[in-house]
């Protein structure tokens, strides 16, 4: 029996969605929720960028002008960010949240999107307005 990669499908619905409702918007999502082997996950940690970095980019300025381009985090549904006591719920999401932090000093809108829900919500805003 096949285990279910609910990360890559939900990536993957966001990326026909892009297509569908924006052909002309450059995108591209990283590696993130695929199962390699162990030798092409080493392949692949050699040459990534620092730990944290988004799931998602889309290289177009926002509506507005306002941002150089948006990059997601992209979370499953239902996937907690904060525990009730205000803290992270995992190191890895504090560290991702601190890389969309430097992110948007740097002139991007950088968030989390949990699920394809709030992904749509969010790619809509930054491209409509």
């Given at each position: 029996?096949?285990?279910q990669?609910?990360?890559?499908?939900?990536?993957?619905?966001?990326?026909?969605?892009?297509?569908?409702?924006?052909?002309?918007?450059?995108?591209?999502?990283?590696?993130?929720?695929?199962?390699?082997?162990?030798?092409?996950?080493?392949?692949?940690?050699?040459?990534?960028?620092?730990?944290?970095?988004?799931?998602?980019?889309?290289?177009q300025?926002?509506?507005?002008?306002?941002?150089?381009?948006?990059?997601?985090?992209?979370?499953?549904?239902?996937?907690?960010?904060?525990?009730?006591?205000?803290?992270?719920?995992?190191?890895?999401?504090?560290?991702?949240?601190?890389?969309?932090?430097?992110?948007?000093?740097?002139?991007?809108?950088?968030?989390?999107?949990?699920?394809?829900?709030?992904?749509?919500?969010?790619?809509?805003?930054?491209?409509?307005?």
């Amino acid at each position: 029996m096949k285990r279910q990669n609910n990360e890559y499908n939900l990536c993957k619905a966001i990326a026909i969605y892009i297509r569908l409702k924006y052909p002309k918007v450059l995108f591209h999502f990283d590696y993130a929720g695929l199962n390699l082997s162990k030798a092409q996950a080493g392949r692949m940690k050699s040459i990534q960028g620092p730990k944290g970095f988004p799931d998602l980019f889309i290289a177009q300025k926002s509506f507005q002008g306002e941002y150089n381009g948006l990059f997601l985090e992209i979370k499953t549904e239902g996937t907690r960010l904060v525990k009730l006591n205000g803290e992270y719920s995992t190191p890895h999401i504090a560290e991702q949240s601190e890389m969309l932090r430097t992110l948007h000093q740097r002139g991007y809108k950088a968030e989390f999107a949990v699920g394809f829900n709030e992904a749509k919500r969010i790619i809509d805003e930054y491209l409509k307005g």
